[in-house]
């Protein structure tokens, strides 16, 4: 079942908070890695063996040599980089998986909505709807997880659970004889031909509701299609292969080339002599776990700790689909008004002695506190130009100009017009009054007024 550890985590508070965790062995990293680190460190305590008390003094220098080409040459190994990058890949894969599994909550629900009848026949057809859904899960979920393998291996077993009736069985046994692939999606045909009978005969009031039913079973459809995908298409295995060569024969040469040597032969990093590597034993047990992680990761549908709980998903998918089209269609409750009637909405909901220490002020945005001072709050007028595809009685000019004011700024109208007037004249007056010279000068002419009109408001 799927490690859970949310709750002993609610908040960051306190000296090593998360130190708890660390002493946890199921899910742990220790329950992943600690055959590979036992292997580790006697390999490594044997060639120390070797070296300190079966060698003679020539068979030193020459473990020596061996140990310095190890250490120089195992850090060319990318270790980091490629695990890194490999892990980031398992688990946005793992999380993807994960959001593919259907749930048949949504779909349940506009059955029970849609469907329509309290009879026997109308219930008879909202539950097996809801269980050829279920089915098509289970089907899916035999082909693709060891767990629910081990429960349902058979038809046969499936049909003693209730998923599947005798007559079905037979039916689906015959169908699977035409064909070598998977037909997981069968139920689904079948619940999509039960919602087509339930329209004829104007238990489903509308096409727009057997048009939503529909979508939502192709939409469960891809879902499990999705999960079948995955399980066939992995991460490809030339990747695989390389991260975990890399991260074995690196500890590998680090058996050697970690070794602690005789400080007396002034070895460059050697001037200490221990007989237990702390460090590398560290870096050992970082980079091997990150390996493990992956490993576990990369099919959430196996038997590791945390892998997904799908025995638990088809129990519960089951009942809760039952109580949505079955119980939860029969009973509601009566219709009443609620204690804000009167007052519309509440003005504030209660808190506990508990929570009052988390009440807070509705959130304001950014610039709540900015204040834009008075003088500034004015508009600025805009001037606009009138194509010069259209001419009236002033076209001689070739250009006319149009104001638009704000209406806080009408006080000052006057001195803005008579500003405008007199470089608008003196314009003309240095170009003469051509039109290739105004359409060449009207950039400018623009400008001038923008900084005008500024520079009075």
């Known amino acids: 079942m799927t490690v859970s550890y949310t709750s002993e985590v609610a908040d960051c508070h306190g000296f090593g908070n998360f130190w708890r965790l660390l002493f946890r062995w199921r899910g742990s990293v220790y329950k992943l890695v600690w055959l590979e680190l036992v292997a580790y460190t006697v390999l490594y305590s044997a060639c120390s063996a070797v070296y300190r008390l079966a060698l003679n003094e020539e068979g030193r220098r020459q473990f020596e040599m061996v140990s310095r080409y190890c250490d120089v040459f195992s850090d060319l190994i990318p270790v980091a980089f490629v695990l890194g990058f490999y892990v980031s890949i398992v688990i946005r894969r793992w999380w993807e998986q994960y959001k593919t599994l259907p749930w048949p909550d949504t779909l349940s629900l506009f059955i029970s909505t849609s469907i329509h009848g309290h009879d026997r026949q109308g219930r008879l057809m909202r539950r097996t709807i809801v269980r050829y859904i279920n089915l098509s899960f289970v089907l899916t979920l035999t082909m693709i997880t060891p767990r629910a393998k081990k429960r349902f291996p058979s038809l046969d077993h499936i049909v003693e659970a209730g998923f599947m009736t005798a007559n079905e069985k037979k039916i689906f046994e015959s169908l699977a004889e035409k064909t070598v692939y998977s037909l997981y999606y069968l139920p689904l045909v079948w619940a999509g031909t039960l919602v087509a009978r339930a329209r004829r005969e104007g238990r489903i009031r509308d096409d727009f509701a057997v ?47 970690r070794q602690f040597l005789d400080p007396a032969q002034n070895y460059p990093k050697n001037n200490i002599d221990f007989y237990f590597p702390l460090f590398t034993i560290l870096q050992f047990f970082f980079y091997m776990g990150w390996l493990k992680v992956a490993e576990s990761l990369v099919n959430p549908f196996g038997e590791d700790d945390d892998d997904f709980e799908v025995n638990y998903l088809i129990d519960r998918n089951i009942q809760v689909s039952y109580l949505i089209v079955d119980e939860m269609h029969n009973e509601h409750p009566e219709l009443t008004q609620d204690i804000y009637w009167d007052e519309v909405f509440p003005q504030e909901l209660p808190y506990t002695i508990a929570s009052e220490q988390f009440r807070r002020d509705p959130p304001l945005g950014s610039t709540a506190n900015l204040q834009v001072p008075e003088a500034e709050q004015e508009f600025l007028p805009m001037v606009d130009e009138q194509p010069e595809d259209e001419e009236d009685e002033n076209a001689s000019s070739g250009l006319i100009f149009k104001r638009r004011e704000s209406a806080r700024s009408v006080g000052s109208s006057g001195r803005k017009s008579s500003v405008m007037s007199i470089l608008h004249n003196r314009l003309f007056q240095n170009t003469g009054g051509s039109r290739t010279s105004l359409r060449r000068s009207h950039k400018v002419l623009n400008r001038s007024v923008s900084r005008a009109v500024c520079w009075i408001t």
């Not at 295995?237 to 680090?254: D, H, I, K, N």
């Open 211 to 257: 048009k939503t039913i529909i979508d939502e079973l192709n939409n469960l459809r891809g879902k499990c299609g999705g999960l079948l995908s995955y399980d066939w298409i992995s991460i490809p295995l030339v990747y695989t292969q390389v991260v975990s060569l890399a991260v074995y024969t690196f500890f590998l040469s680090t058996i050697m080339g």
